[in-house]
């Protein structure tokens, strides 16, 4: 049982370059999440996904677009990468309607020069 | 919106010794789960504790336990008997209870390092 995967680990992009962050959970949980992280802050919603096909905004969406094309995949897209979001992503999975614990990926950690 | 308060950057404790780490946080529902997470140098997250706000019992899982009072909105966790493997980043962390056809936010504190000296 894998849980959830990211991918990738490592990631160096300049100024100005689009990449996606794919996350995949095989617990057949419903909600998914994105967050960032950075020291002193925790961990900073971007985008939630409570079912297929359906997405919403945390509390840092600007500069960020999500897909949820299935159940399993909740992609986060950079359009035009800036070093402002130099930082740590994790993505999260919850069953939901269960009280679960989140489980999480290991972790991306993006660097934009 | 839920937001959740830490007000403990960092904390160190001796080991063996206890060690309290507070939380806020701050809704107007009334069905919600509380969690402590832990972050150690990996980076992973690992699930400390949890606590469901209907029931009154503080949760307890072996040298970790709460003291959740729902009307003061605190849900503080309390390590006893300190271990050097305690040293990590601890957050608290918010979840609303699902209603059907809603969205179930999770929002974390900005966290708490925890340091343990020998």
């Known amino acids: 049982n894998a849980g959830v995967t990211q991918t990738p680990k490592f990631q160096v992009l300049k100024t100005g370059q689009s990449m996606t962050l794919q996350c995949a959970q095989d617990m057949n949980h419903n909600s998914m999440y994105w967050y960032r992280q950075d020291p002193g802050m925790g961990l900073r919603l971007i985008y939630y996904?409570?079912?297929?096909?359906?997405?919403d905004k945390g509390e840092v969406p600007n500069g960020y677009n999500v897909s949820r094309l299935n159940k399993r995949e909740f992609s986060l897209r950079l359009e035009s990468a800036a070093p402002s979001q130099t930082s740590v992503y994790f993505c999260a999975s919850i069953r939901s309607l269960m009280n679960t614990e989140a489980f999480f990926g290991q972790g991306t950690r993006l660097t934009v020069v | 919106a839920q937001t959740v308060t830490q007000s403990q950057p960092e904390m160190s404790v001796q080991e063996a010794e206890t060690v309290t780490l507070s939380c806020t946080y701050d809704t107007s529902e009334s069905d919600y789960y509380l969690f402590w997470y832990k972050q150690p140098p990996s980076r992973q997250m690992i699930l400390v504790i949890r606590q469901e706000a209907y029931k009154q019992q503080n949760a307890t899982e072996n040298r970790f336990s709460v003291n959740f009072q729902k009307a003061a909105k605190s849900f503080s966790l309390k390590i006893s008997d300190s271990q050097l493997g305690d040293a990590a980043m601890y957050f608290c962390?918010?979840?609303?209870?699902?209603?059907?056809?809603?969205?179930?936010?999770?929002?974390f504190g900005k966290g708490t390092k925890l340091t343990v000296n020998p």
């Open positions: 996904s409570a079912s297929e096909g359906t997405t």
């Open positions: 962390a918010y979840r609303s209870a699902l209603t059907q056809g809603g969205s179930e936010k999770l929002v």
